[in-house]
């Protein structure tokens, strides 16, 4: 007998008191259904195919639980794919080389809002993730602050490319291209990020996510007025790019 069978069995033993083989019990009332020539069911067998019939419902509800459990545990489900929160939008992510997580986080609703980007209410941010419990590397620090550090432009052939800068400049540089989805310039990389350009191909090696990108780079700046009020902010002693 297999594990159902067995567990059938007991349950008829604990409820008549007797040893059945539920197999045979349920193959009897099969071919009883089947061939009507077939002589009946002894008057005292009966109650016997009742009960049968009871626990196996009940064995079959105790399966797709467990097999309900099992799927919602499985270990596939837990697998990060970005670094923002569970309810933020995620304008781009992928794996780096060094296995951490890229990502661009912004707050929920952000690709939604209709208004300039200048007006969005909202905040964005690059983050990279580390190892587990430990808090992931974002920027700008104030998620509020990133139309400072964010912008995008559009090249002569229409294609559309996102900019990260630091003060110093831009260092990270987003698009849709198919080869190099994202590349970095060292130099400008804030202190103390695991992030550096690599010489044998794109920044990113595996679980590109870029399928919100655009909308994501419709709500930042453009490069002109990104520049214009950095030159704003410096004629009036703040700190340009």
Known sequence: MDRVDLALGNGLSNLTGSRIDPRSLLLESAAISLFPSHKPMPASRKPFLRSALMLLGALGLQACALQTTQTHLSPDAAQLTHACQ????????????????LSLCASPGFNDFKGKPADNPGYAYLAISTKQGKKPYTYPPNPQDYKKHMYFWVSISAVPHMFVSTDEGAFLHLSLDIDSPADVTNEYVPKGWPLASSETGSLCTNQINRDSLDPFMAQMLKKADWEKAHRDTARQGGTGR
């Open 86 to 101: 569970p309810t933020e939008t995620v304008g781009f992510s992928c794996e780096l080389r060094n296995g951490q997580l």
